[in-house]
């Protein structure tokens, strides 16, 4: 079993900065790809950011603004997010792309969400 726990919601405005952290923890044998997605009320989830040892990606949307970073001793994935805008404003949630045994297949796995909202 695997778990994702994130942390670091919460209420900011305009122009704040707030950073969310993401643990793995449980049966991980190799961490692949992890990242962060959002989803708004009424709208889809989409992809703000990822990163694998080749490199990162980002939502044009969010380029310059957020930064994704992981610590692979700690299986942690973080995504710090400065310049909010009130459109940033949604429940964000990690996943990690991992297996947990040498001839297992690599799976998805998702946190349970945090909450950001930015407003005055």
């Known amino acids: 079993?695997?778990?994702l726990v994130e942390s670091g919601g919460g209420l900011v405005q305009?122009?704040?900065s707030l950073r969310l952290s993401c643990?793995?923890?449980g049966s991980i044998f190799?961490?692949?790809a992890m990242g962060w997605y959002r989803q708004a009320p009424g709208k889809q989830r989409e992809l703000v950011a990822s990163i694998t040892s080749g490199g990162t990606?980002?939502?044009d949307s969010v380029k310059g603004r957020f930064t994704?970073?992981?610590d692979n001793a700690k299986n942690t994935v973080y995504l710090q997010m400065t310049a909010l805008k009130p459109e940033d404003t949604a429940v964000y949630y990690c996943n990690a792309d991992l297996n947990s045994g040498a001839a297992a297949s690599v799976r998805r796995y998702w946190g349970q969400g945090t909450q950001v909202t930015v407003s005055s």
């Open 23 to 25: 643990a793995a923890s």
């Open 30 to 32: 190799s961490m692949y």
């Open 68 to 70: 994704i970073s992981r």
């Open 57 to 59: 990606n980002y939502a």
């Open 14 to 16: 305009p122009g704040g």
């Open 1 to 3: 079993q695997v778990q």
